[in-house]
C-alpha cells in the first residue's frame, strides 16, 4: 500500500507539471516560461514603453525613463553628411527668394569636384534629365510613360537661372520630382550644380572647369590659380628640400675632400721642409767643415 502511494504520489506530479509545461499563451498571456528572461530580452524602444511584467532587471520606473527620448551629445554629427540650416520654405514665394538670392556657388569650380557631380548627376538625375541634361534621360527617352516632361537644362530659360533655382529644387523638389536632401548632403549638391553648369558651357561651345568659366562668372569661381599657386609653392619647397640636401652633401664631401687636400699638402709642406731643414744642416756642416780645414790649414800655415 505505501509503495502504491509514492507511486501515485509521482504520477500525479509528473501529470501537473506536463499541463502547466504545456499552457498555451493567448491574448496578453505568455503561457508559462521557464526562466522567461532568456525569451524576452529588455530592449527599450524609443518613444516607447513596452515595460513587462516579468522584467527583473531593474524597476518599472527605471525602464520608462530609459524609454524616454534623450540629447545627443554635444558636439554629435550626422555620420558621413554635412548639414545645414535651409532657411527658404517649400513655398512659391521662399522659392523666388532663393532664385533671387543663392546667386554664387560657394564651392570653387575643380576637376576632382566636377568628376564627383557628373557621378551623382548621373545617379539621381540624369535618369530623367539626361546624360547632357536635355531632358530626356532613360525613363523619359527608352519607352517610358513618364507622365511629365523632365526639364531640359540646355534651354536659355534654365541656362540663365541663378544657381538658387536649382538648389531649391535639389531641397524641396518640384512638380512631381522629389527632394534630394536626404540623399545627398551641402557640397554634394552643389557639385551637382558644377556639372549641370559644364554641360551647359559644353552645348554652347564655352569653358567651365578648373582653369577658365567664360560661360557666367557669377555661376562658379574657378580654383585652377589657387592650385596651380598652392602646386607650385609645393614643388619649390620639395625642390629647395632636395637642393638643400644636395648642397650640404657637396659642403661635406667639399671639407672632407679640402681635408684631404690640406693633410696631404701639410704633408708636403711638413715632408718638404724635413728636407729643407736636412740640406741646410748637410750645408751648414759642410762649411763648417770647410772652415775646420782652413783653421787647419792656418794653423799648419
Known amino acids: 500500500m505505501k509503495h502504491f502511494i509514492s507511486y501515485y504520489h509521482i504520477c500525479l506530479f509528473f501529470i501537473v507539471l506536463t499541463v502547466i509545461a504545456c499552457q498555451s499563451p493567448g ?6 516560461e521557464f526562466m522567461p528572461d532568456m525569451a524576452h530580452s529588455i530592449a527599450y524602444e524609443a518613444n516607447t514603453n513596452s515595460y513587462y511584467y516579468n522584467n527583473t532587471w531593474s524597476s518599472k520606473e527605471d525602464y520608462e525613463r530609459f524609454a524616454q527620448p534623450r540629447l ?5 554629427i550626422p555620420h558621413g553628411n554635412k548639414t545645414e540650416v535651409y532657411p527658404y520654405g517649400n513655398t512659391e514665394e521662399e522659392r523666388t527668394r532663393a532664385i533671387a538670392e543663392l546667386v ?13 557631380g557628373k557621378d551623382l548627376y548621373n545617379t539621381f538625375c540624369g535618369i530623367c534629365h539626361g546624360e547632357k541634361a536635355g531632358g530626356n534621360g532613360y525613363l523619359v527617352r527608352d519607352g517610358g510613360a513618364y507622365p511629365v516632361q ?9 541656362l540663365n537661372a541663378s544657381n538658387g533655382r536649382y538648389y531649391h529644387a535639389i531641397m524641396h523638389g518640384k512638380n512631381l520630382m522629389g527632394a534630394y536632401k536626404d540623399k545627398i548632403n551641402v557640397e554634394e549638391r552643389w557639385q551637382v550644380i558644377h556639372y549641370i553648369r559644364s554641360l551647359q558651357a559644353k552645348e554652347k561651345k564655352l569653358v567651365y572647369n578648373q582653369m577658365e568659366n567664360t560661360l557666367n562668372a557669377s555661376f562658379g569661381t574657378p580654383a585652377g590659380e589657387i592650385v596651380a599657386v598652392e602646386s607650385h609653392n609645393h614643388t619649390d619647397e620639395l625642390d629647395a628640400g632636395h637642393h638643400g ?18 693633410g696631404g699638402h701639410g704633408s708636403s709642406q711638413h715632408s718638404d721642409h724635413g728636407q729643407d731643414n736636412h740640406g741646410h744642416d748637410s750645408h751648414h756642416g759642410d762649411e763648417h767643415k770647410e772652415g775646420h780645414d782652413h783653421n787647419n790649414d792656418h794653423g799648419q800655415h
Open 27 to 32: 491574448g496578453n498571456v505568455t503561457g508559462s
Open 72 to 76: 545627443p551629445v554635444t558636439g554629435t
Open 104 to 116: 554664387t556657388n560657394p564651392y570653387p569650380i575643380t576637376d576632382a569636384g566636377l568628376a564627383k
Open 150 to 158: 523632365p526639364a531640359n537644362f540646355l534651354l536659355d530659360e534654365h
Open 245 to 262: 640636401n644636395q648642397s650640404h652633401e657637396m659642403h661635406h664631401d667639399g671639407d672632407h675632400h679640402e681635408g684631404d687636400h690640406l
